[in-house]
């Protein structure tokens, strides 16, 4: 059973650039979570997909926005990118929607914004 | 408005002892709490969970503690193994339909040999 993976691992961009995130879910996990973790914080939620289609967004701008595939892998897209972007980004796959199934996460992609 | 809160941000403890980590939390209607551990350049892995009908879970040396008119919870290591060095992070579901977790920011547990 393959875990699930991110790419790249690191990043490096500029502001202003705009940058796509990858994720491959856990082998039968039907929905993806996308968190960003600042350097001393916890994760925060970014946004949720299950079964193609967005289901709930934390407080983060119209610039991030995702999308899922049939296969279940996912996007993470973020435009216009600040000095504030630069984190680890976490996708988390489950099955199903709720938060009580456990989330399974991979190693996350370090991006820097200079 | 942090609703889950994790105000140590490190712990240190010999091998053998005990590690105590603590968590607090602010919305009365969570009803589900999460342990997950993060070591570096790895995703955070799920440790222990617990429901608020428990006050007590216990896995291995790994038990959480609930005091729900307190709105605290603790996470118990017994005993402290080098190998749990790591960033533990306190989390709930927001609930209902919402499927995302609410995280702690997180305290790093050093185990000394």
């Known amino acids: 059973e393959t875990g699930v993976t991110q790419s790249p691992t690191h990043l490096i961009k500029t502001r202003g650039q705009q940058v796509t995130l990858r994720c491959s879910s856990q082998?039968?996990?039907?929905?993806v979570s996308w968190y960003q973790q600042a350097l001393g914080q916890g994760p925060q939620f970014i946004f949720q997909y299950y079964r193609e289609e967005e289901n709930g967004r934390g407080n983060f701008p119209p610039r991030f926005s995702g999308l899922q595939f049939p296969n279940y892998s996912s996007e993470l897209n973020v435009n216009a990118l600040e000095l504030d972007d630069s984190a680890l980004y976490l996708c988390?796959?489950?099955?199903?929607?709720?938060?009580?199934?456990?989330?399974?996460f991979g190693p996350g992609t370090r991006l820097t914004v200079l | 408005d942090q609703q889950v809160k994790q105000n140590s941000p490190s712990l240190s403890v010999q091998e053998g002892r005990i590690s105590i980590l603590n968590c607090d939390y602010t919305n009365s209607m969570f009803d589900y709490f999460l342990w997950y551990k993060k070591y570096p350049a790895e995703g955070p892995t799920f440790l222990i969970s617990i429901s608020s009908i428990k006050d007590k879970n216990e896995d291995g040396r790994f038990t959480v503690f609930l005091n729900k008119s307190a709105k605290h919870l603790s996470l118990h290591i017994v005993p402290s193994q080098p190998g749990d060095s790591a960033v533990y992070f306190c989390a709930a579901p927001e609930g209902g339909s919402q499927g995302n977790l609410i995280f702690g920011k997180g305290t790093k547990l050093s185990v000394k040999p």
């Open positions: 988390a796959s489950s099955w199903g929607l709720t938060g009580y199934n456990e989330q399974f």
């Open positions: 082998s039968g996990h039907n929905t």
